[in-house]
């Protein structure tokens, strides 16, 4: 199985700062092919489904305000939340679809 | 719009059954690979299993492979979880989710883009 390692597990920022999670999967996630990185993070409020918020490691999803950015490729990813918002406050995850089992991380409580 | 509500959780002995169920509504439920996802309390998500749009198809963690059971009624628009030999360690919320787009039978390699409420698994005696 891709084991699926996200860093920090929590994070402390201030409003209106930049917020930076990093993913690390196993084994790379880049399907050669299509030159597609398998990845994606997910955003979780306390008592809500997930979220999606990025697939393909860097394409935003519909409705996602712009301030959350991912990039990364291969084994190595990162969420970066600029200029954070209250609302922001949230468990974030990534995943990797490249392979079953979809495994993701273990989460990254962030907060204000 | 797309909805999922899951129904059927509840309180069960260990060693007992439960049958998970998720309508779906605002696609076209036959054309879209489902998954389930769960979260214990307090914890991750743990994604359990996925089903193609016709079945032939089905792959589960091995944790739960042997005990539980995906399957769909196209017809009803409704995904289902069978759970058999259940544990303490079961004891979870669980999602229904559909992935982002329509994909081969064969093979479906996607995110998931919608996500039901979840229903709550409690697995205790």
């Known amino acids: 199985d891709i084991v699926m390692t996200q860093s920090p597990d929590s994070l402390a920022v201030s409003l209106g700062e930049r917020a930076t999670i990093n993913c690390k999967s196993s084994?790379?996630?880049?399907?050669?092919?299509?030159?597609?990185?398998?990845l994606a993070w997910y955003q979780q409020k306390p008592g809500q489904p997930p979220k999606l918020l990025t697939y393909?490691?860097?394409t935003r999803e519909s409705g996602v305000p712009d301030r959350f950015t991912g990039s990364g490729s291969g084994t190595d990813f990162t969420l970066t939340i600029t200029s954070l918002q209250t609302e922001d406050v949230a468990v974030y995850y990534c995943q990797q679809y490249y392979e079953t089992p979809f495994t993701f991380g273990q989460g990254t409580k962030l907060e204000i | 719009e797309v909805q999922l509500v899951e129904s059927g959780g509840g309180l069960v002995q260990p060693g007992g059954s439960l049958r998970l169920s998720c309508a779906a509504s605002?696609?076209?439920?036959?054309?879209?690979?489902m998954h389930w996802v769960r979260q214990a309390p307090g914890k991750g998500l743990v994604w359990v299993s996925h089903?193609?749009?016709?079945?032939?198809?089905?792959n589960y963690a091995d944790s739960v492979r042997g005990r539980f059971t995906i399957s769909r009624d196209n017809a009803k628009n409704t995904l289902y979880l069978q759970m058999n030999s259940l544990r303490a360690e079961d004891t979870a919320v669980y999602y229904c989710?559909?992935?982002?787009?329509?994909?081969?039978?064969?093979?479906?390699?996607?995110?998931?883009?919608?996500w039901g409420q979840g229903t709550r698994v409690t697995v205790s005696s």
């Open positions: 605002g696609f076209t439920f036959s054309s879209y690979w």
């Open positions: 084994q790379s996630v880049l399907y050669n092919s299509n030159k597609k990185n398998y």
């Open positions: 089903i193609n749009t016709d079945e032939s198809i089905r």
């Open positions: 989710a559909r992935v982002g787009a329509q994909c081969s039978s064969t093979g479906c390699y996607l995110y998931l883009q919608h």
């Open positions: 393909w490691a860097s």
